[in-house]
């Protein structure tokens, strides 16, 4: 996916916000910071380039700028702490649900709206119950007969993740695979990347299967990406769980390697990732590419 224009205020906007948990009082650190993000965004945006690798160098140059290599800290150990609050929520949606598969890939999409600083959406660690609820409700766009067969017919799966708080409901869905006998192999980030999940958050959370870390940018950034990761990526035995936008926005710029291997769950939390879906904003995806 390529930036648009409607990305370029989005990305000011979460760059002030990410500016504030960063430099905290020191206005001088926002405004250089600011100004830095602004010339990388003015020198680039015309550019065959997607949000997320825009979303990684504005997280390099606040980091570049400031001592604190983990300005989301807090949030992502908050957002944690609540999502354990409301798994058993989820897990009584799933109990309850006619079409258990459904409402297993409805938590996956509904815990995906853990997001902060994007321009007209609004997220709250503290109102992460009511948040949850509502949008499990919501329209689930895709192909979800083909997302089932998908999953039922491989036995091997790369599941890619997104954000603290949101892998909560992620280890729910895994080990719900893991009973259906699937070998998961779970893959965060090295290091913190925005709110990002990274190995030591899932380790925190006891992951017990495989963890093959991506590498330590926004989505897959493939000249960055590790060695071990890709081994697996281009593996044709592996079906792909891509979670979340960032993910979304990288692969699809070459998603048609992966052919009837590749699911998409999100939450769509933007105008650009809705229109280049043609899904109204706020919309659940699960979708199996297929062509």
Same mark, same amino acid.
């Given at each position: 996916?390529?930036?648009?224009?409607?990305?370029?205020?989005?990305?000011?906007?979460?760059?002030?916000?990410?500016?504030?948990?960063?430099?905290?009082?020191? &206005?001088?650190?926002? /405004?250089?910071?600011?100004? $830095?993000?602004?010339?990388?965004?003015?020198?680039?945006?015309?550019?065959?380039?997607?949000?997320?690798?825009?979303?990684?160098?504005?997280?390099?140059?606040?980091?570049?700028?400031?001592?604190?290599?983990?300005?989301?800290?807090?949030? +992502?150990?908050?957002?944690?702490? &609540?999502?354990? +609050?409301?798994?058993?929520?989820? !897990?009584?949606?799933?109990?309850?649900?006619?079409?258990?598969?459904?409402?297993?890939?409805?938590?996956?999409?509904?815990?995906?709206?853990?997001?902060?600083?994007? +321009? !007209?959406?609004?997220?709250?660690?503290?109102?992460?119950?009511?948040?949850?609820?509502?949008?499990?409700?919501?329209?689930?766009?895709?192909?979800?007969?083909?997302?089932?067969?998908? /999953?039922?017919?491989?036995?091997?799966?790369?599941?890619?993740?997104?954000?603290?708080?949101?892998?909560?409901?992620? +280890?729910?869905?895994?080990?719900?695979?893991? $009973?259906?006998?699937? #070998?998961? *192999?779970?893959?965060?980030? #090295?290091?913190?990347?925005?709110?990002?999940?990274?190995?030591?958050?899932?380790?925190?959370?006891?992951?017990?299967?495989?963890? *093959?870390?991506?590498?330590?940018?926004?989505?897959?950034?493939?000249?960055?990406?590790?060695?071990?990761?890709?081994? @697996?990526?281009?593996?044709?035995?592996?079906? /792909?769980?891509?979670?979340?936008?960032?993910?979304? $926005?990288?692969?699809?710029?070459?998603? @048609?390697?992966?052919? $009837?291997?590749?699911? @998409?769950?999100?939450? *769509?939390?933007?105008?650009?990732?809705?229109?280049?879906?043609?899904?109204?904003?706020?919309?659940?995806?699960?979708?199996? *590419?297929?062509?």
């Amino acid at each position: 996916m390529k930036i648009k224009s409607e990305c370029i205020p989005c990305m000011i906007n979460r760059s002030k916000f990410e500016c504030d948990l960063a430099f905290k009082d020191d &206005e001088d650190g926002k /405004i250089g910071t600011l100004a $830095e993000v602004l010339r990388f965004v003015g020198s680039h945006c015309e550019e065959d380039l997607s949000p997320a690798f825009f979303g990684t160098y504005r997280d390099r140059i606040i980091k570049w700028r400031t001592e604190n290599k983990d300005y989301y800290y807090t949030l +992502k150990k908050e957002a944690n702490e &609540e999502a354990k +609050k409301i798994l058993p929520l989820a !897990d009584k949606l799933y109990e309850e649900s006619n079409n258990k598969f459904e409402a297993l890939m409805r938590i996956a999409a509904a815990a995906n709206s853990v997001e902060y600083g994007i +321009k !007209d959406h609004t997220f709250s660690n503290k109102q992460f119950e009511e948040e949850f609820y509502k949008v499990f409700n919501e329209n689930l766009i895709g192909n979800l007969d083909k997302v089932e067969e998908a /999953i039922r017919t491989n036995d091997k799966i790369l599941y890619l993740l997104d954000n603290s708080g949101e892998i909560v409901f992620d +280890k729910f869905v895994i080990d719900k695979l893991e $009973e259906m006998e699937k #070998d998961v *192999v779970l893959s965060p980030k #090295d290091s913190p990347v925005l709110n990002d999940a990274t190995v030591d958050d899932v380790e925190e959370l006891g992951f017990t299967c495989r963890i *093959v870390p991506s590498g330590h940018a926004v989505g897959v950034l493939l000249d960055e990406a590790n060695e071990d990761f890709l081994e @697996y990526l281009w593996n044709p035995d592996y079906l /792909i769980i891509a979670k979340g936008m960032g993910n979304y $926005e990288t692969i699809s710029s070459f998603e @048609y390697k992966f052919i $009837e291997r590749l699911i @998409y769950i999100l939450r *769509v939390k933007c105008y650009s990732v809705a229109n280049n879906n043609n899904v109204p904003k706020g919309s659940l995806i699960t979708r199996l *590419v297929i062509e």
